[in-house]
């Protein structure tokens, strides 16, 4: 899950500006986008519900930490990263400290690969699976063993007490490799609205901002479903005219995992997903 900023300019009770956000949620088969006047944990609680269970992926967002005691709440690794690469970039005497963490992380990225990519290999899955257990380790002794430096700079400092306070979260996938360690999928999806953003710069109604939500979230469903966003609208809206320009009695039918295998290979997006 992941949100980014989005305008409507209209006049909201109780609400001070034109600042909306647009939130994207991802499933197994799903991608719904949801446009609301705030960026409280409100949203996440009405999506997911009072009392969530599973797993979400997300950044460091505090939101999302609150969402209730049967939820594993995942930390983003990409973003963990960034945090050195800020680092690295800014400060010329600290150089060779981030990238060493940068490369931490990024071992530990290709061990996880490898290790899910045998998943289906027990004794071979096994062997990186310690292995990636061993980086985890090293690496949290290697942040006690700097954090215990009394002239430690402050933006390492900084860094390293986030990376603890978040570190359950962020190793949750040791224990759950069907969660990836990074939330990139999210910001993928909200890639193209955040151009479009640069654009038409929002929304001037609240039912055009309504229906911009529901056309990224048909869109990229589709296209995650690997389906022809262009077949399956032609198809859908001539199945709306010949119902005299009403929904079809069957919607049902257009959903992407009711598609029987045939209708899936006519109307498979040509490129797969984005």
């Known amino acids: ?148 430096n009394p002239d430690l700079h402050h933006a390492s400092r900084k860094a390293l007490e986030s990376l603890r306070n978040h570190w359950t979260g962020a190793t949750l996938f040791v224990d759950h490799p069907e969660i990836p360690m990074d939330n990139n999928e999210c910001e993928r999806k909200l890639r193209d609205p955040a151009m479009g953003r640069k654009n038409y710069f929002g929304c001037g109604a609240l039912w055009s901002g309504a229906l911009t939500a529901a056309a990224f979230t048909i869109f990229q469903t589709l296209l995650k479903n690997h389906i022809d966003p262009q077949k399956w609208l032609v198809a859908y809206f001539e199945a709306c005219a010949r119902t005299g320009g009403a929904p079809p009695a069957d919607i049902d039918a257009f959903l992407p995992w009711n598609l029987s295998e045939e209708t899936r290979k006519q109307w498979r997006y040509p490129r797969g997903p984005p």
Not at 37 to 63: K, N
């Open 1 to 148: 899950m992941d949100e980014t900023r989005w305008s409507v300019f209209v006049e909201v009770e109780d609400k001070t500006g034109y600042r909306w956000w647009l939130w994207v949620v991802i499933s197994e088969d799903t991608v719904v986008f949801l446009l609301e006047p705030t960026r409280s944990g409100d949203v996440p609680r009405s999506h997911l519900g009072e009392d969530p269970q599973g797993s979400l992926l997300v950044d460091r967002y505090v939101v999302y930490q609150k969402l209730g005691p049967r939820l594993l709440v995942a930390f983003c690794w990409s973003h963990i990263r960034r945090d050195f690469v800020e680092i690295r970039d800014a400060y010329v005497r600290l150089r060779a400290w981030a990238q060493s963490w940068v490369d931490r992380i990024n071992d530990l990225f290709a061990l996880n690969d490898e290790r899910v990519a045998l998943l289906s290999q027990p004794e071979a899955f096994a062997q990186k699976d310690a292995a990636g257990r061993e980086a985890v380790a090293a690496m949290a002794e290697a942040r006690e063993r700097e954090l215990e």
